[in-house]
């Protein structure tokens, strides 16, 4: 079984959260080969270390990891990666592969702008 | 003249703010109609007041601002509107459209599942 985790930053506003977890839940119905899952580096839960423990509770032989972030600041940079190795540490067996945020995505510019409506 | 400002949060990590910088010459590429800019909530500069300012300035009769962000946090929901509305009380001549933020574009599910390589 594989496992996906979005991270993303986390709010103080529930809302923005659920948002997150939503987003989680259309990855799954588009991603049938993957448990899906969201983790939070601050202000919500499940943090990502917890996130990862659960999928390899849960029977995960591999672990992907996709950072809901769009540009890499010391939280993609530094943090995220910091965690999944300490991580990684723990669980030999488990291939775990942190994949690139979502801001480095090819084709992020072109998504971007389809979003500006070009006439009044 | 239309102006488009990518507004993103900022970080402490200078990079990261170039990165946004890159985004909006990729986004100037793709829209000739717009003089486009980004700007920022914290942390580096322009700040969003200064950059709409600076749109207006320079000749813009219609300013798009789009919130570089995933969810709808506090800065999403609360600051930039904020901001946004206490400019246009300065500008009423000018056409001032909030645009939704990135994270609730239609297509992001889609556009993330594709990022996430589905076979090891």
Same mark, same amino acid.
């Given at each position: 079984?594989?496992?996906?985790?979005?991270?993303?930053?986390?709010?103080?506003?529930?809302?923005?959260?659920?948002?997150?977890?939503?987003?989680?839940?259309?990855?799954?119905?588009?991603?049938?080969?993957?448990?899906?899952?969201?983790?939070?580096?601050?202000?919500?839960?499940?943090?990502? !270390?917890?996130?990862?423990? &659960?999928?390899?509770?849960?029977?995960?032989?591999?672990? @992907? $990891? %996709? =950072? *809901?972030?769009? +540009? #890499?600041?010391?939280?993609?940079?530094?943090?995220?990666? !910091?965690?999944?190795?300490? &991580?990684?540490?723990?669980?030999?067996?488990?291939?775990? @592969? $942190? %994949? =690139? *945020?979502?801001? +480095? #995505?090819?084709?992020?510019?072109?998504?971007?702008?389809?979003?500006?409506?070009?006439?009044?």
């Amino acid at each position: 079984m594989q496992a996906l985790i979005l991270l993303a930053h986390g709010s103080r506003r529930a809302e923005s959260n659920r948002e997150v977890q939503a987003m989680a839940e259309q990855l799954a119905a588009r991603l049938p080969g993957f448990r899906v899952s969201a983790a939070f580096l601050e202000l919500s839960a499940p943090d990502i !270390a917890t996130a990862i423990d &659960r999928a390899v509770a849960q029977g995960a032989g591999r672990v @992907l $990891l %996709l =950072p *809901y972030f769009l +540009a #890499a600041g010391r939280h993609v940079v530094e943090d995220i990666p !910091a965690i999944v190795e300490e &991580r990684r540490t723990h669980y030999a067996e488990v291939e775990m @592969l $942190l %994949l =690139p *945020y979502l801001g +480095a #995505a090819p084709g992020m510019a072109d998504f971007l702008a389809a979003l500006v409506p070009t006439s009044p």
